[in-house]
């Protein structure tokens, strides 16, 4: 019985290691002085696993984990447009399928950690391309 205890608790302990929160990547809401051509919205699941520091078996639970792939919010909104002709740009990153896929870490003994995320951006696309400076938009 105790094992059973044991091995529930490290379970638990794991999933709350994996930090599979939810990210926000969030521009500040900007109403725009140009007319805007339309609104680009998309979504799709990206490999967001890690790697522990130190990759010593057992050792490797305790490490910084390091990303292999890392997720940029630029990468997804370039598919949009120009990124001087996006307003109100929105990117979320969920990890929340992290928690499930943490057995990868247990078996692994700490040193691989596969994290599958979905990823969903936005944006309004300008007529014409803005630049910003600071937080406001400013016509060229």
């Known amino acids: 019985m105790r ?10 302990t794991l999933a709350a290691l994996t930090a599979c929160s939810r990210a926000l990547v969030h521009d500040p809401t900007v109403s725009a002085s140009t007319p805007l ?7 799709e699941w990206a490999d967001n696993s890690s790697l522990a520091a130190v990759p010593i078996p057992v050792v490797a639970f305790l490490s910084p984990q390091v990303d292999l792939n890392k997720i940029e919010a630029d990468d997804y909104l ?3 447009g120009d990124p001087t002709g996006l307003t109100n740009r929105d990117v979320e ?3 929340s399928a992290c928690v499930p896929a943490s057995i990868t870490r247990i078996v692994t003994l700490g040193i691989y950690q596969w994290c599958p995320a979905h990823v969903d951006w936005a944006a309004d696309v300008a007529t014409q391309p803005t630049q910003v400076y600071g937080d406001s938009p400013v016509q060229p």
């Open 3 to 12: 094992s059973k205890l044991a091995t529930c608790c490290c379970v638990a």
């Open 37 to 43: 051509a339309g609104h680009c919205a998309g979504s």
């Open 78 to 80: 370039k598919r949009c």
């Open 93 to 95: 990153v969920d990890s």
